[in-house]
Nanobody, 123 residues
Framework: QVQLVESGGGLVQAGGSLRLSCAVSGRAFSTSALAWFRQASGQERNFVAAIDYRGPGTYYSDSVKGRFTISRDDAKNTVYLQMNSLKPEDTAIYYC????????????????WGQGTQVTVSS
């Protein structure tokens, strides 16, 4: 069983930055795909970014491309999401997710999730 614990959320003004971290335990980290999703109040959970173990490749939603950067540290079993130029519409609960094999942008393909961390961007 995989355990994921997110940290790093908080309140920031528009234009500011935050870095989210997700510590992963319980499964081979180096051959996993890890992703960040977010869910705004009253909305569906949506793909934000992912990183797989091949390359590793990185993938982003159009709404965050150029502003967010996903990275992984296999020695620390941790994945990061650096968020720059934050906008009020980035306000959401951010979830880290894990799957084996190649990455996916589909929520239901990830069997393991963290508890989420709140990011609030004020205007």
């Amino acid at each position: 069983q995989v355990q994921l614990v997110e940290s790093g959320g908080g309140l920031v003004q528009a234009g500011g930055s935050l870095r989210l971290s997700c510590a992963v335990s319980g499964r081979a980290f180096s051959t996993s795909a890890l992703a960040w999703f977010r869910q705004a109040s009253g909305q569906e959970r949506n793909f934000v970014a992912a990183i797989d173990y091949r390359g590793p490749g990185t993938y982003y939603s159009d709404s965050v491309k150029g502003r967010f950067t996903i990275s992984r540290d296999d020695a620390k079993n941790t994945v990061y999401l650096q968020m720059n130029s934050l906008k009020p519409e980035d306000t959401a609960i951010y979830y880290c997710a894990h799957k084996t094999g190649p990455y996916s942008r589909v929520v239901k393909t990830y069997p393991s999730w963290g508890q989420g961390t709140q990011v609030t961007v004020s205007s």
